[in-house]
């Protein structure tokens, strides 16, 4: 944050890599930096010295160039309706193309027959979704959960829908006002209180100068028609006048 900024946020970049910068609080860094445990299931049976910084280089490998988001986890748990409780065993969740933006997540569960359960599933859990939402935003939210895809393939399910730019801002802007603030964001410093606002400015009134003539005066050089009058007449008089 610039130092004359009212805000300031004592989250620190780090440039880990070439082409990495990571935006973290001081708390977090050792946990990106410091070599992980001998059994930490990150290492995936690798005896170097690895760290998570590591584990975030691969990712930025695998990801496509046009990636917006990229998100996966492992050993997830949920109760979907008309399927009950389901053990994920791992997932990712990416969207692509800024254009034109395609939503792909890719699920792997304990069996195949998980993974038809959960296609065959589909249908309700789509219409449980769009009846969840408050009327005014319904018909919105059903265009795009409508257009959302299912698909099994031995023990995974691929999920796939197809958006424009503008479908996505404007859902975007409905769902974040939804969105409950994470912990992190909690715990940030309260902001300075704004600076005195400062007083206005009155205008000075200027000083009569003492060289000004405050009495009006005749230019010699103008006769009372208007015209003008030549120099060498000006002060003499004739019978009829100037």
């Known amino acids: 944050m610039p130092s004359n900024s009212r805000y300031q946020d004592p989250a620190p970049f780090l440039l880990a890599k070439p082409g990495l910068a990571i935006l973290a609080r001081p708390e977090w860094l050792p ?28 990712i930025e490998k695998a990801a496509p160039e046009n990636t917006l988001l990229l998100m996966s986890g492992n050993g997830a748990m949920a109760i979907l309706p008309g399927i009950g409780k389901i053990r994920f065993v791992t997932g990712k969740v990416a ?11 890719d699920l792997q569960l304990t069996s195949g027959a998980d993974a038809q359960k959960f296609v065959a599933a589909c249908p309700d859990m789509k219409k449980q979704l769009i009846s969840g939402v408050p009327f005014l935003a319904r018909g919105m939210v059903g265009n795009l959960v409508n257009r959302v895809r299912c698909e099994a393939t031995d023990n995974y399910v691929n999920i796939a829908a197809d958006y424009t730019r503008d479908e996505v801002v404007n859902i975007l802007g409905y769902a974040l006002a939804f969105v409950p603030r994470p912990a992190a964001l909690s715990q940030l410093p309260v902001p300075p209180p704004k600076p005195a606002p400062k007083p206005p400015q009155e205008d000075t009134p200027l000083a009569p100068s003492e060289n000004l003539s405050t009495t009006p005066t005749q230019d010699p050089q103008t006769s009372d028609a208007g015209g ?6 000006a002060n003499e008089k004739t019978d009829g006048g100037l």
Do not use: F
């Not at 692509?96 to 792909?104: S, T």
């Open 95 to 105: 969207i692509l193309n800024p254009e034109a933006p395609q939503v792909r997540i």
């Open 228 to 233: 003008l009058v030549p120099a060498d007449l």
């Open 31 to 58: 946990q990106l930096t410091n070599e992980l445990p001998a059994d930490s299931e990150l290492r995936a049976g690798s005896q170097a010295n690895v760290s998570m910084l590591d584990g975030l280089e691969q």
